[in-house]
């Protein structure tokens, strides 16, 4: 196999491996700039996330109100 060295690799060294690529390929400059997209991409999923748990939990509240307010009428039937 051409590509068997690869189950020797660790994902550590993967992932200086990918840096220092990065660093020769693309300069060092880019790399504040990277960090900075990447963590406003993070904290933009973080709150995409918030918001869709929000969402879920004000979904289950208003399914348990409608549940409680339509027990009491079929009682009365």
């Known amino acids: 196999m ?3 060295f690869f189950q020797n690799i660790g994902p550590w060294q993967l992932v200086i ?3 220092v690529a990065f660093v020769l ?3 060092a400059k880019k790399i504040p ?8 991409a993070k904290s933009e999923f973080k ?3 918030a918001e869709g748990e929000r969402e879920v ?3 289950e509240a208003e399914e ?6 339509a027990e009491p009428a079929k009682e009365l039937v």
Request: proline share 0%; net charge positive; hydrophobic share 40%.
């Open 2 to 4: 051409i590509f068997g």
């Open 17 to 19: 491996c990918v840096v």
């Open 25 to 27: 390929l693309g300069g």
């Open 33 to 40: 700039e990277l960090a900075k997209s990447l963590g406003k």
């Open 47 to 49: 709150k995409g996330l």
């Open 57 to 59: 939990a004000e979904a």
């Open 64 to 69: 348990k109100e409608k549940e409680k307010s």
